[in-house]
T-cell receptor, first 113, second 114 residues
Framework: DVKVTQSSRYLVKRTGEKVFLECVQD?????MFWYRQDPGLGLRLIYF???????EKGDIPEGYSVSREKKERFSLILESASTNQTSMYLC????????????FGPGTRLTVT | GDSVTQMEGPVTLSEEAFLTINCTYT??????LFWYVQYPGEGLQLLLK?????DKGSNKGFEATYRKETTSFHLEKGSVQVSDSAVYFC?????????????FGKGTLLTVNP
């Protein structure tokens, strides 16, 4: 069974902390994505990676960075967490030929206090 | 830019009722259209898709038809079950689905009562 796992289901951090969210997929997918999900706003793409060490900004990259050192792992980094980054973060992966068929992890609910 | 508009929720139905969730889109060219579903506590999963006008996507009793003339892709099911309770997202991908970027609607929460 295909799987995308995220390091934490729930996370509480303080304002100004550096936060790492980890995502691992076991499907050998080239594409990986980070979204945030907010009530009334749906899903918004933060960053996308189409290969190891390659990345592209999504719609809302401000305040975030990413790292992809291995094909199976894609990390989202909040350099200095702020309260407006309190959200549900979803990781996804896909193959280039079927880029629309994205497999999602269960999400990390991050609260910044 | 591309956008997806879906009906506001929440939607509450009794078991075996008919379901419609409306979705309309704005896009240049010929997008592919999708419905994703998010069950409680889980990530999203692809429910069905349609890649060209007049295509009908179907899965698990759900159907949606790509209507180019009305720029719509409404989700329907003839008889819902309690297990269908979830959030449903309409989405599009420009350039026929080869483009990685999915544009999502805001989601519609469906609750089905026994």
């Amino acid at each position: 069974d295909v799987k995308v796992t995220q390091s934490s289901r729930y996370l509480v951090k303080r304002t100004g902390e550096k936060v790492f969210l980890e995502c691992v997929q076991d499907m050998d997918h080239e594409n990986m994505f980070w979204y945030r999900q907010d009530p009334g706003l749906g899903l918004r793409l933060i960053y996308f990676s189409y290969d190891v060490k390659m990345k592209e900004k999504g719609d809302i990259p401000e305040g975030y960075s990413v790292s992809r050192e291995k094909k199976e792992r894609f990390s989202l980094i909040l350099e200095s967490a702020s309260t407006n980054q309190t959200s549900m973060y979803l990781c996804a992966s896909s193959t280039p030929g079927r880029a629309y068929e994205q497999y999602f992890g269960p999400g990390t609910r991050l609260t910044v206090t | 830019g591309d956008s997806v508009t879906q009906m506001e929720g929440p939607v509450t139905l009794s078991e075996e009722a008919f379901l419609t969730i409306n979705c309309t889109y704005t896009a240049t060219g010929y997008p592919s259209l999708f419905w994703y579903v998010q069950y409680p506590g889980e990530g999203l999963q692809l429910l069905l898709k349609a890649t060209k006008a007049d295509d009908k996507g179907s899965n698990k009793g759900f159907e949606a038809t790509y209507r180019k003339e009305t720029t719509s892709f409404h989700l329907e099911k003839g008889s819902v079950q309690v297990s269908d309770s979830a959030v449903y997202f309409c989405a599009l991908s420009a350039s026929g689905g080869s483009n990685y970027k999915l544009t999502f609607g805001k989601g519609t929460l469906l609750t089905v009562n026994p």
